[in-house]
């Protein structure tokens, strides 16, 4: 059976286009890194079809892009400060010489609890044998008075108070009314350390206060005078002088029993003072010398300032 050849190109040209449709397809999804082809196809006659396929290669530069992230190192410092250990080495001199009611005198110093003492009382001759060795028994200072004689244990009386901090004799003064105090309106100021008003200590050396006084006394083996004479300082028993005229004030009282310590510590109208006594003490009736007591005697006590105590001075 013979066929014309224009029977067939409309089957040709419908096969062309599918074809060209598969290869379009197929370019699209290649396309991103895959060549690139066209396809084009001519008809020239009804017998002759040229294709002319053209390939093209399509290259994607991506550029790399590097990213650097400095990471600063954080550093944390911490300052130990160094523990520092102090050691305060007391070094106390083996005599001290000053000016005393008037006279030259040396005292020697003990070492007590870390501190330097006066190795006796103010006035006192010696360094205490015993609780109640009289040469070693000393002065009675009325509170906050300096070393104008008042002090001594027979000196005279006077009724009249001080208007000022130096009353200007040497009497001591007899008080009859409240708030017992020798100066005629209280100055707290007095005796207040090494450059306090009328500090009768020599140089560089004072009153102690009441706390170095209660640091001082519970190193004591007894509470009580033997427990004070057997301390380091040696305190004896000296008595006190009383300030009123109903009172026996021409004399020292309770001398050899008991013993009062001004400190410079004052509260209201009062100032503080180490108050001890014998009481349940037990001496050898042969040579009195203290053998062992019980009891506890040795306190604080608030007096007021016209009274008379002994004084021992503690180096500042």
Known sequence: MNISNKGFAPIIVLIVVLLIAGIGGYIYFQSQDEPMTSTATTLIDSNI??????????TTAVSSTTTTTTVSPTTTTKTVSPITTTTTIVQCE?????????????????????????DRNLGASRVATAHNDSLAYGDLFQWGRLDDGHQERDSGITFELSDSDNPGHSNFIIVDS??????????????????GINNPCPNGWRLPT???????????????????FMSSLKLTAAG????SSDSPYQSPQHVSSEGAYWSSTVSDVYASSLYFDLFAALFSDDSNSYVGFGGNAAIFDENYRALGSSIRCIKD
């Open 94 to 118: 083996d005599s001290v010489t000053f000016t005393y009611k008037g006279n030259l005198v040396t005292y020697g110093a003990v070492k007590s609890q870390g501190r330097c003492w006066l």
């Open 240 to 243: 006190y002088r009383t300030f």
């Open 210 to 228: 009441e706390a170095e006084w209660d640091f001082e006394r519970t190193s004591w083996s007894e509470q009580n005078a033997g427990g004070a």
């Open 178 to 195: 409240k708030p017992y105090n020798w100066r005629d309106s209280q100055n707290d100021n007095l005796w207040q350390g090494v450059s």
């Open 49 to 58: 079809i040229a294709t002319t396929t053209t390939t093209t290669t399509t």
